[in-house]
């Protein structure tokens, strides 16, 4: 199984990929996904993240087989 | 709550009629609708915009959606709602989104619809992405004179 | 602001589309509308109406809905309005009243139809007769349930 | 010259007439043209009034050529 990682707007633009998967070794948490893409580096502030498609925090909790997604602020309506 | 997001442009006064015609709509019950219509337009901060790109987020946007319906629904009791958006290539003019509560009671329509506008506008994971001349540019939070 | 009245029928997307199309309106420039329909119920206070019968002051009620447009207008601006009001004999499901606003930004046109609707319940010189069976009676200013 | 009063709604009904012109000696107020046409009563605080088709008070001001209307609390929308 993997964690299936997924950048959307101007932060897929940056990353150079819409999405990625990772073994979920040593991922216990949101935070830790962002780690393992980024050498180790924290999840900015102005960064939102979602697992399995609903808001979710930096601490929160990941699992074999989830979904993470990281994205900028919103701006639809 | 309805959730209907669109590809290419809509009528959305032709999307309302079909939605109260609708055989689940409890027509002559409900006394009151309060609509908000966002539509592209053609400038911003003074600068023509030519094009928006609208990214969503399949899956979670739609379910996004749901829960600020709900959670709406909860504090400012409505009958029934609809939320309608636009996402892809969208040109000036275009409506964008379409937000609809109807009630027995005018002030939860008009209470409920005011809310579901701010928390799309906060929470739904949309983001728009501006075609300025060459340029292109995904827009910021909160930008001064941002679209509706 | 424009102030329609009408004694027949009218259907408030047809009205609001061709209002849109008009030439004065500044189309893609208006990111935001922000739109409020009453229509008629078949239910008051838990008996059925068959019809109602709506008065009004011609030549005061126009005045007083431009004044309440103006004094709405003042503190929170927006660029075009409607109010469109049945007069007359009206049947269930007939919409009543379809008030308006467009502006460059959500929260103005929110809050200005908003403030309409509730000067307009409040002030406009309208009437209603509600028809129950045999019965037909004045409506009460504040009845519970009241329409939209 | 005269002053044209106009009733409406239940008030109207109650009157049994729409409208009617009174001579405007002595009618300084509208407090003073309801006294005319019921025998010297006050005007019930739950009526509204209005002169040329603009919201009054009983104590407003009326002139000769001018429009008065009372009717009841209003109810549209």
């Known amino acids: 199984m993997s964690i299936h990682v997924r950048y959307f707007a101007s932060l897929r633009e940056t990353m150079g990929r819409m999405d990625e998967s990772l073994s979920p070794d040593g991922l216990l948490t949101v935070s830790d996904v962002w780690k393992a893409v980024h050498q180790g580096q924290t999840l900015p502030d102005h960064l939102l993240c979602a697992v399995n498609m609903a808001y979710a925090k930096p601490e929160s909790p990941v699992q074999d087989g989830d979904e993470v997604a990281f994205f900028p602020q919103v701006t639809g309506g | ?148």
Chains 1, 4 share one sequence.
């Not at chain 2, 409900?30 to 053609?42: K, N, P, Q, V």
């Not at chain 2, 964008?96 to 506008?117: D, F, M, N, P």
């Open chain 2, 1 to 148: 709550m309805e959730i209907q997001l669109f590809e290419t442009p809509y009528d959305p006064y032709a999307l309302l009629r079909d939605f109260e015609m609708a055989p689940d709509h409890p027509g002559s019950h409900l006394g009151a609708a309060s609509l908000f219509i966002g539509t592209m337009r053609d400038f911003n901060e003074g600068e023509a915009v030519e094009s928006l790109w609208l990214e969503h987020y399949p899956g979670m946007t739609e379910r996004e959606l749901q829960k600020i319906a709900q959670e709406v629904r909860q504090t400012t009791p409505f009958e029934r709602g609809l939320i309608v958006h636009r996402v892809g290539h969208i040109t000036p003019g275009d409506t964008i989104v379409l937000i609809g509560t109807w009630s027995c009671h005018r002030a939860e329509a008009i209470t409920a619809t005011s809310k579901i506008v701010e928390a799309l506008k906060h929470r739904a994971p949309f983001w728009k992405k501006e075609q300025r001349g060459e340029k292109n540019h995904w827009v910021e939070r909160n930008t001064p004179g941002s679209v509706a």
